[in-house]
């Protein structure tokens, strides 16, 4: 649905959808009634059953950092809803769709935005969307990519091997729950830092060893690592320098102080021995076929804190935005 699409008519079946006109605040979002899309010939038309609001979307939302603009729309937003996952029911095939059938239950993603903020969405077949495994839910499958899609964008980088001791900074939001059971499905030793409400989930998550962030400092350990991924972006390579190994890597979900996530990976391979890199995410397709392996077999299950309705959206912006969530944050569409 693009902002220029004009507003129902009379006899155009409507569905309800979070709408804004700008970027900026939760508080612009209106959930109104609107056209349901129509499939084109290589698309399927979803019901949304669920989706997330994340931090992907929090960026897309107020358009931050400013450089998003030119993947989501310059002056406006390109799509009037927000949301980048969804999983639901397809309801309808385009004509030259082959690998979806009417009520296949599927999910997906797509860092750019969906507009899946909505009871409805349209997209390619052969684009970023699976079939739900089963015994898995709506709630959990809507809940399941994006922070395991940029885990894994961790993780793919560098070369993971069994016995690799990694600290995760950050273990109890979305990327750093997702990363420790990513990290133990490659085999690695994992220390999680988070908070102490958060202690037992995450050490439900695999974490071999957990420090609790409020009582100790994690980069005054006397111990080191093969890989440090600050999964909240909160610590620096400077700090967790004495803890990496010789030829050891810092990686961080954000641009860090400066911005110097951005040209020290360059600076410290010039240099040599312990290094920065910072994780490009791309493929989304794979990481999705990963994670659905993962969820067959059981190795991931993603968290989830809390469930909003659609009429809440703007409270559930908030809440994310806050960074103070445990893992995700689902939104139910209704009926
Ligand atoms: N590079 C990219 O492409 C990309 C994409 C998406 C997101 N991001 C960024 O990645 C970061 C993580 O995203 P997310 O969705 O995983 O975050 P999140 O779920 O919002 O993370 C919140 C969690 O981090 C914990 N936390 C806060 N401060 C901490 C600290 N100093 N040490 C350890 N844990 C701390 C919080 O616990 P408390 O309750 O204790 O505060 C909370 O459980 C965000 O900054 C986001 O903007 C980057």
Redo the contacts with the bound molecule.
């Keep these: 649905m693009t902002l220029d699409k004009p507003v129902p008519k009379a006899g155009k079946k409507t569905m309800k959808a979070a709408i804004r006109t700008q970027y900026g605040p939760p508080e612009l979002l209106r959930v109104k009634e609107v056209e349901i899309p129509v499939p084109k010939d290589d698309e399927v038309l979803v019901r949304v059953h669920a989706a997330t609001v994340?931090?992907?979307d929090?960026?897309i939302l107020w358009a931050r950092p400013w450089i998003i603009r030119f993947f989501t729309g310059l002056r406006k937003p390109r799509l009037a809803s927000t949301g980048t996952d969804f999983a639901g029911v397809v309801e309808v095939v385009g004509k030259k769709v082959t690998n979806f059938a009417v009520g296949n239950r599927v999910w997906g993603f797509a860092?750019n935005g969906l507009g899946s903020h909505a009871q409805y969405i349209t997209i390619q077949a052969e684009g970023n969307i699976l079939t739900i495994p089963d015994g898995i839910t709506f709630e959990q499958a809507a809940a399941s990519p994006?922070?395991a899609h940029?885990a894994y964008?961790f993780i793919n980088k560098i070369r993971v091997k069994s016995g690799d001791d990694v600290l995760v900074?950050?273990?109890?939001?979305?990327?750093?729950?997702a990363c420790v059971q990513l990290l133990r499905h490659f085999g690695a030793n994992v220390t999680a830092?988070?908070?102490t409400?958060?202690l037992d989930l995450v050490r439900s998550l695999g974490a071999d060893r957990v420090i609790d962030?409020?009582r100790e400092d994690f980069t005054k350990e006397n111990r080191q690592y093969d890989f440090v991924m600050d999964?909240?972006?909160?610590?620096t390579f400077g700090k967790c320098k004495p803890i990496l190994r010789p030829g050891g890597i810092y990686q961080s979900?954000?641009l860090g102080p400066g911005g110097q996530n951005i040209y020290l990976p360059l600076i410290t391979k010039l240099r040599g021995g312990k290094r920065v890199i910072f994780?490009?995410?791309s493929d989304v397709k794979a990481s999705l076929e990963l994670i659905r392996k993962l969820l067959e077999t059981g190795e991931f299950r993603p968290v989830i804190d809390r469930t909003y309705p659609l009429e809440e959206i703007a409270e559930a912006y908030r809440y994310?935005d806050s960074?103070?969530?445990?893992?995700?944050v689902v939104l139910v569409m209704g009926d």
């Design positions: 994340n931090r992907t929090c960026g860092d994006e922070g940029y964008n900074n950050g273990a109890s939001g979305a990327i750093g729950s830092v988070c908070n409400p958060n962030y409020l999964a909240v972006g909160k610590s979900s954000e994780p490009i995410p994310v960074g103070k969530k445990t893992g995700n």
